[in-house]
C-alpha cells in the first residue's frame, strides 16, 4: 500500500467513525439543547456547531498524519495509532461540549412547569 492510500483510509476511517457516533449520539443531544435553549432555532445552531466540533477535530487531527512505515504491518499499525490519536481528539471535544452544555444547565434560568401553564 502506497503512502497515499494509506493518508485516506486512515481519514476517511476516522471521519466515519466520528460521523457514526456523532450520529448516535444527536438526538440525545439536541433534546437537551431544546430544553436547555428554549428555541428550537438556538437548538439547531447549537446542535450543528457541536457536529461540526465532534467531527472537525478529529479530521484535523487525521489530517496530521504522515506515513513513515514501508511494509503492510507497520502501516497497519500505524493508521491503527493514529485512529486512537482521533478517538482521543473525539473524546477531547465531546468532554467540552459537555462542559458546555453543563454549565449553561446550571447558569440558564428555569421554568416551573406552574408557569409554563
Not at 55 to 69: D, F
Not at 104 to 110: G, N, S
Request: with cysteine; net charge positive.
Amino acid at each position: 500500500m502506497n503512502m497515499i492510500v494509506s493518508f485516506l483510509t486512515q481519514l476517511l476511517l476516522t471521519l466515519a467513525l466520528a460521523a457514526f457516533i456523532v450520529r448516535y449520539i444527536r438526538p440525545h443531544l439536541r433534546k437537551v439543547l431544546l430544553d436547555l435553549c428554549g428555541t428550537e432555532e438556538r437548538a439547531q445552531f447549537w446542535t450543528a456547531f457541536s457536529n461540526i466540533l465532534l467531527i472537525g477535530l478529529p479530521g484535523i487531527l487525521a489530517l496530521n498524519y504522515r506515513p513513515e512505515a514501508r511494509d503492510m504491518e507497520g502501516l497497519f499499525f500505524e493508521i491503527a495509532s493514529r485512529l486512537s490519536g482521533a478517538l482521543a481528539g473525539f473524546l477531547f471535544a465531546l468532554v467540552c461540549v459537555g462542559i458546555v452544555v453543563t454549565i449553561f444547565a446550571l447558569v440558564a434560568p428555569k421554568t416551573s412547569k406552574v408557569e409554563a401553564k
